[in-house]
């Protein structure tokens, strides 16, 4: 998201880092932590998988939330952690995952339409597994997409993994930010200011906000441990945004399509491991090297 803490900032005409999640300390995972939210985040991806089968022309999203809902609790055994989150300030959340089509930016509630050729959507998936949390958003187009929706959807995925790759200990989240406005911006996309990825843990909106714009150097330093989203929102056109009256959809001022991608990420001794993949998750952009975490140690001279 899209943290709520920066919602309420738009409330007030300004952005300021902290809000209302930065009163809180960032939780730094234990590694038997990880491994819950490892599971947690392979399901919320695992869920995409499933749904990816059924996003064509003529489905609606209420169809695409039904199905959702019935495989994470029926079949992972888990909780969809949108239905009924209420963070302060917001009515609670009314369905199990989030469906935002076209100038939709992000938190679009399922719906009785359908789906059209042409559309791009984001699903947005966060399961609750053992307390712990998995968060994970892709693009998907339905049908046949022009080329601006293509290349929209595809830049944005090079934009998130532009941030996921500067991920190490030592880095800050400012690095983050910029290395995904440069490349958007280079483009000639706009940036979402107002929402922005979050710490994640056993809850699901925690500190830090991880803005997707900014200077490289400033802010929280990177530390092994910390778990974090990021999750670009990205407009073809202006970056403005405004809210409509359900309360919770986030749409673009100039109806210009917007489309986002999100991974729950952790940071590690040595780089930054995804936690969100699953068998279904696209293929890595070029530029991104093997993780340095799974890079294989050097052979030793035993054995
Ligand atoms: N999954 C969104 C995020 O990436 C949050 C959605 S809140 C909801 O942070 F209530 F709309 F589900
Ligand atoms: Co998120
Ligand atoms: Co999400």
């Not at 399509?257 to 940071?267: D, F, G, I, M, R």
Request: hydrophobic residues 40%; glycine residues 12%.
């Amino acid at each position: 998201m899209a943290n709520p803490a920066a919602r309420v900032e738009v409330r007030r005409g300004a952005l300021r880092p902290g809000g209302i999640i930065g009163r809180m300390a960032i939780t730094l995972k234990t590694a038997e932590e990880l491994q819950g939210m490892r599971i947690a985040g392979r399901l919320a991806s695992e869920v995409l998988d499933l749904l990816a089968e059924h996003v064509k022309p003529g489905i609606t999203t209420d169809q695409l939330d039904a199905i959702a809902h019935q495989h994470i609790t029926q079949v992972q055994g888990a909780v969809p952690a949108p239905l009924n989150y209420a963070p302060p300030g917001y009515t609670p959340y009314p369905k199990s995952i989030c469906t935002s089509v076209n100038h939709q930016v992000c938190h679009g509630i399922p719906n009785e339409r359908a789906l059209k050729n042409g559309d791009i959507v984001n699903i947005d998936v966060t399961v609750i597994k053992d307390g712990w949390h998995g968060d994970t958003s892709r693009m998907f187009i339905v049908g046949e997409g022009s080329i601006a929706a293509k290349r929209l959807c595809a830049l944005t995925y090079e934009a998130m993994w532009k941030g996921i790759v500067m991920v190490r200990p030592g880095a800050r989240l400012g690095d983050i930010g910029h290395a995904i406005q440069r490349f958007a911006e280079g483009q000639g996309f706009s940036i979402v200011r107002e929402f922005c990825g979050h710490g994640i843990g056993q809850k699901f909106h925690e500190e830090p906000q991880v803005l997707h714009y900014g200077r490289p150097g400033t802010l929280e330093e990177l530390v092994p441990g910390m778990v974090f989203t990021i999750e670009p929102m990205i407009n073809a056109g202006r970056r403005e945004i405004r809210e409509l009256g359900d309360g919770w959809t986030i749409v673009t001022r100039d109806r210009s399509l917007s489309a986002q991608w999100e991974h729950t990420v952790a940071v590690t001794e040595t780089g930054y491991e995804v936690l969100t993949l699953s068998a279904g998750s696209p293929a890595v952009p070029a530029f991104v090297g093997a993780p340095a975490a799974q890079t294989p140690a050097p052979a030793t001279l035993a054995g």
